[in-house]
Each structure stands twice: as C-alpha cells, then as structure tokens.
C-alpha cells in the first residue's frame, strides 16, 4: 500500500502554459512540461512521445472547434499532481452550441526529470455537440 499527501494550491505556470497552448492552437513551449517519451491516456487515446501528444492533440482540436480550459482545483502530491475543471468547446459550426463537459486529470511526474510529466491519465466528457 502507498500513502500519498496532498496540498491545495494554485494552479502552476507549466500546468497553465500548457493549456493556453491548447486554447490558442500554438502547440508550442507549453508542452514542454511533458517528458520526451511522456505517455497519454486522454480518455481512449493512448499516446507515446511528447511530439505524438501534441500532434495528437493539434488533430483533435483541428475537428472543428475551440476550446478553453479552466482549472478549477489542483493538488499537488510531490510526484502526482492531480486537477479537475472545465473545458468549454466551442463548435466552428455556429449551428452547434458549445459543450462545457468536466474534466479530471493526473500527472505523474518523470522519474528522471522530476520536473516534467513522464505519464498523463485524463478524462473529460462526455462531449457531444
């Protein structure tokens, strides 16, 4: 059995960078708080290697729509960081409305690079427009 603590904290600038890379389709330097061979579970995709994450993701936000995330809790454990929030996806399609599913993610942190995601679990959902 593994005991873990938790504190409650703000949200960290790495955690941020990489979400506004997301809202704003940059897909830059805010994935560099990911490992070089970082895994991704994001519901069911299963990801290896920073440069597949972003790809992955820049493919999935490129379906048609935008997207803004807010984390609303973050807690931080030493080597898991763990968060939940929101995720409003807005349809280019302005027939569609947008969707404000709940998201929870962990983040374990490398091994080696203690600073950097070395495995992503998430969820969010259900999505539907």
Not at 72 to 82: A, F
Not at 108 to 128: I, L, S
Request: with cysteine; net charge negative; glycine share 8%.
């Amino acid at each position: 059995m593994t005991t873990m603590s938790f504190t409650k904290r703000q949200p960290p600038e790495w955690l941020l960078a990489f979400w506004r890379e997301i809202d704003e389709k940059t897909f830059g330097e805010g994935f560099d708080c990911l490992a070089e061979d970082a895994t991704c579970n994001l519901g069911v995709a299963d990801w290896k290697g920073r440069e597949a994450i972003r790809e992955n993701l820049r493919a999935f936000i490129d379906t048609g729509f935008s997207a803004v995330h807010d984390v609303t809790e973050y807690w931080d454990g030493g080597s898991l960081k763990v968060f939940r929030g929101t995720v409003t996806m807005t349809p280019d399609d302005q027939t569609h409305s947008a969707v404000k599913p709940v998201m929870t993610h962990f983040f374990y942190m490398d091994e080696r690079e203690p600073a950097k995601v070395g495995r992503w679990y998430g969820a969010v959902g259900p999505v539907t427009f």
